[in-house]
C-alpha cells in the first residue's frame, strides 16, 4: 500500500537558502534536521494538521483498496 508519510517535500534552508529534503513522516514528527551548512531546522506540524491529513489520506486509500477488492469478487 501507498503510505503518504513517507513521501519527500523540499524546504528551504533559512540561513543559506540551499534545498532541503524533509519526509511528512519528519515534519508530523516535528523532527530537527540539519542542512549542510549546519544550520538546524525544526519542523513543526501546525495544530497537528499534517497528521490529521496524513491519517485522512492513508484511511481513504484503504477504503479505495477494499472497494477495488469488492470488485474483483
Known sequence: MFEISKQTI?????????????????????????CICGQG???????GTNKKAISDINRSLKDLENTFKKFGK
Open 10 to 34: 523540499k524546504i528551504d534552508c533559512p540561513e543559506c537558502k540551499r534545498s532541503i529534503t524533509v519526509s511528512i513522516k519528519q515534519i508530523t514528527d516535528e523532527a530537527l534536521v540539519k
Open 41 to 47: 531546522i525544526q519542523l513543526k506540524d501546525s495544530k
